[in-house]
């Protein structure tokens, strides 16, 4: 095969040898591609050389399915002479219709099932078989995905995985467009919407590809659909209450979806080595995840910043969970680093090698840089919380919720002398609203919005009535606990 190409030598061997790599083809396939003979090579001691590498398409056809179907049940196509009346002209083309509506719902099958094109399936259908059933011509084939599929020529499978990404691509970009957009005005906001139209014309004309021939009117519209769904879910609030998404949320669902997908990437072309170096710490970050976020940090954070004990916040079991999760959304940022590098090792970048590089005490520095981000971001978390009730506790408004813990308005009214109230941590004035975190262990915790502190006082010796309006007085009736 290589007389009077390479140089004749007894002492050499010529192997075909071929290569499987998960990921994206491109210029750079090739050189993975070597590279991965070269250190099998060094791996064996071996002294081999790579003379030729061909990138060899592997890609598997989409034949379109059909469904073998009789046709004695559909009336002549010849119409009777003379030529027929309107009435018999209406009766032929209603039995016409029943005859389609029959086929389509399958009352007529034989069972056999074909692919291929409209003639190769028709011929398909039509052909004797090996076990003994004769050839017919009483039978017809038809789509099992639609009239519209008769005359669409599919592409194969990772092209067509390939083309769905990519108007995903355009498509969630148009979004992300159009949400900054919703937040602009003057000049910026139009620089905007153009951008959106840019990446809807994208889409698009991605969508009107998406078949080898055939289906583009049917791909285009199928598009503008998704891309209707996508503007509306975005940008049109889904209740009064509800807000409409802003770009920071879409940034952390963007930063989501890219994690998710590099992490599938990277597991899918995972070797013994990168189980080891790759996996070990993941499950570590995973378990201290666990193990941090069962002891509800954010309600310790958030009780932190009004000087209340967490046990005094008696917080439902579900709130806690829901806590935790939102802290294990926070610590999924140490997913971040193998995520890139699943990503970078799937379009076979040239400057990259596998993570026999990298070792097990690089890569738990890398986590504890990012669990440290993470503390960051859960104690700015619970701070912004906190703030935001302090600053509506001393415009005396109503106060927003954390996690199951919902500070309300609320008048005391104590129920024995002065001398017995057992107040701990501030004075108790009973004119004057209070914001209550709920009552725990036989006290309630009360928060001052005038002193900004909190104390607490034992239920048994208060009467707690809703505040009408945080902004009167409760308007208490001199009692006796206040007199010398």
């Known amino acids: 095969m290589t007389e009077g190409v390479l140089t004749p030598d007894d002492a050499s061997r010529l192997y075909c040898v071929e290569v499987h790599l998960f990921g994206a083809r491109n210029s750079r396939t090739v050189g993975a591609a070597v590279w991965r003979v070269q250190r099998l090579a060094r791996t064996a001691k071996l002294e081999m050389y790579v003379r030729r590498c061909d990138v060899l398409d592997t890609d598997r056809e989409q034949l379109t399915e059909w469904e073998a179907h009789t046709v004695g049940h559909r009336p002549p196509l010849r119409p009777p002479r003379p030529a027929p009346g309107l009435r018999v002209r209406l009766r032929r083309k209603c039995a016409f219709v029943r005859a389609h509506v029959s086929e389509r719902r399958g009352r007529h099958d034989t069972g056999t099932f074909v692919t291929g094109t409209p003639s190769e399936a028709r011929r398909l259908a039509r052909m004797g078989v090996p076990t003994g059933a004769p050839p017919r011509s009483d039978v017809d084939v038809r789509a099992l995905q639609g009239r519209e599929h008769h005359h669409v020529v599919k592409r194969r499978e990772e092209d067509l995985s390939r083309r769905h990404h990519r108007i995903f691509a355009w498509l969630f970009a148009m979004t992300f467009c159009a949400v900054v957009a919703s937040h602009q005005s003057g000049p910026r906001m139009w620089v905007w919407c153009v951008l959106a139209a840019t990446c809807l014309a994208g889409g698009a004309w991605s969508g009107s590809r998406i078949y080898l021939s055939g289906g583009r009117g049917l791909s285009v519209f199928t598009v503008l659909v998704a891309a209707t769904v996508l503007l509306a879910m975005t940008l049109i609030p889904a209740s009064s209450k509800a807000r409409a998404w802003t770009p920071g949320q879409l940034a952390v669902l963007t930063a989501v979806v890219i994690t998710l997908i590099g992490v599938r990437l990277l597991i899918r072309q995972w070797t013994l080595g990168e189980w080891l170096t790759w996996a070990a710490p993941l499950v570590f970050t995973v378990l201290v995840s666990l193990v941090v976020a069962s002891g509800s940090v954010l309600h310790t954070l958030y009780a932190d910043e009004f000087g209340i004990d967490p046990a005094d916040l008696e917080v439902p079991g579900i709130w806690q969970a829901l806590a935790a999760a939102k802290l294990l959304s926070f610590l999924s940022l140490a997913l971040f680093v193998p995520a890139g590098w699943g990503i970078a090792k799937h379009v076979h970048a040239s400057f990259l090698r596998p993570a026999e590089y ?70 108790l004035h009973p004119g004057r609203p209070y914001l209550s975190f709920g009552v725990a262990g036989g006290d309630v915790v009360l928060w001052d919005a005038d002193a900004a502190a909190s104390f607490k006082a034992p239920i048994g010796q208060l009467r707690l009535l809703p505040a009408k309006d945080p902004r009167a007085a409760c308007g208490f009736p001199t009692r006796k606990w206040e007199q010398p």
């Open 358 to 427: 990298l070792n097990v005490p690089l890569y738990v520095l890398v986590q504890a840089m990012v669990i440290g981000l993470v503390a960051v971001l859960a104690v700015n978390n619970a701070n912004d919380a906190a703030t935001a009730v302090k600053t509506a506790a001393e415009k005396h408004k109503n106060t927003p919720p954390y996690f199951g813990v919902e500070p309300e308005w609320t008048c005391v009214e104590p129920t024995v002398a002065k001398a017995r109230l057992n107040v701990r941590g501030g004075e």
